[in-house]
């Protein structure tokens, strides 16, 4: 189990699963080259693929979109974001998958009317990740200059190799955790999921 591992052989593990998804590799490597402030490939991307991997699945089976945030409070204009888009559509436009571009610093501008609560506005990419809607989508992988990996994985990642899925109730209702757990169950049944903490959190297969 990935979880009885040192850290430095987690991250190694994470990083020779994730390696599977030629998709997932090749957006990595191109949005290292937009040089976008605080960037991450996050969310459903990387947690899926590792789902996918472990169930021995084909690596992009059920992967809705690839999320790429970055960090610009220089200017949270539309219209600055919306050049970002645009340059990541021609980036992206060979790939067999979408590729989602979004400023985080932007967030709280949009937030309540879509989802009817308020979000204060972040301070970085990583805040933006902390408040995903469950735990397990708390994982941001980037790619230095360097070539070396970066991963922002703030609740670990034993319960993303172990099919576990927790609520994460700091900023999303649980109404958006509610519907992406059955939308995740339908693509991979094999997760162990933890109820909405009103409910006490009991666990359910």
Known sequence: MISRLPLDEQLGCL?????????????????????????YVTAGCLF???????????????IKDY???????????WEAEDAVIQAG???????????????????HLWY???????CPPYTSTEAAIDSFAATTCCLGVRVEPDGRWRVYAPHGLSDVFNLVVRPNPVLAPRTVYEAKVARWLGQWPE???????????????
């Open 15 to 39: 990083r020779a699963t994730l390696s599977r998804n030629d998709v997932l590799m090749e957006v990595l490597a191109r949005t290292a080259g937009l040089q976008l402030p605080g960037w």
């Open 48 to 62: 899926q693929t590792v789902w996918n991997v472990v169930t021995d699945r084909p690596p992009t089976r059920g």
């Open 67 to 77: 999320d790429v945030f970055y960090f610009d409070d220089h200017d949270l204009s």
């Open 89 to 107: 559509r021609r980036l992206f436009a060979d790939l067999p998958a979408e590729v989602e571009i979004r400023n985080e610093a932007r967030v």
């Open 112 to 118: 309540e009317e879509k989802f009817q609560v308020p």
């Open 191 to 205: 997760l162990t999921v933890w109820d909405w903490p009103t409910a006490g959190g009991r666990a359910r297969s």
